[in-house]
């Protein structure tokens, strides 16, 4: 059974950087799909990132060109470098997996330019925070 916990959390100023990282432990691959989600106090979850083992990769309208997804699939590891931080980022940073129809239900989404709750995702970390200050 595949184990997700996310690192790499912070509190930094508007316009900095922070990476994610989120290996899958209990697996010998890495999972058809992988994601990053997050969640803010006043807000519903969303998805920020997808990639599939083949490489395919989905961004939510607000991240795209700020945030990059990775994996490093030697490690089974997840990554998301987050560039050009905004206040409006803070929010608890959610690592999930799922079957590779998750990742065709996220990047359906993306494209209709719609949230997603990540539904389809079976697997989920405890979450990282993020803080971005002014």
């Known amino acids: 059974q595949v184990h997700l916990e996310e690192t790499g959390g912070g509190s930094v100023q508007a316009g900095g950087s922070l990476r994610l990282s989120c290996p899958a432990s209990?697996?010998?691959?890495?999972?058809?799909?992988m994601a990053w989600f997050r969640q803010g106090p006043e807000n519903e979850r969303e998805g920020v990132a997808s990639?599939?083992?083949?490489?395919?990769?989905s961004y939510a309208d607000s991240v795209k060109g700020r945030f990059t997804i990775s994996q490093d699939t030697a490690k089974n590891t997840l990554y998301l470098q987050m560039n050009s931080l905004k206040p409006e980022d803070s929010a608890m940073y959610y690592c999930?997996?799922?079957?590779?129809?998750?990742?065709?239900?996220?990047?359906?989404?993306?494209?209709?330019?719609?949230?997603?709750?990540?539904?389809?995702?079976?697997?989920w970390g405890q979450g990282t925070q993020v803080t971005v200050s002014l």
């Open positions: 209990g697996v010998t691959d890495i999972p058809n799909c």
């Open positions: 990639i599939s083992s083949n490489g395919e990769i």
């Open positions: 999930a997996s799922g079957p590779r129809a998750s990742c065709v239900f996220f990047k359906a989404h993306t494209e209709a330019h719609a949230r997603y709750r990540g539904e389809e995702f079976e697997t």
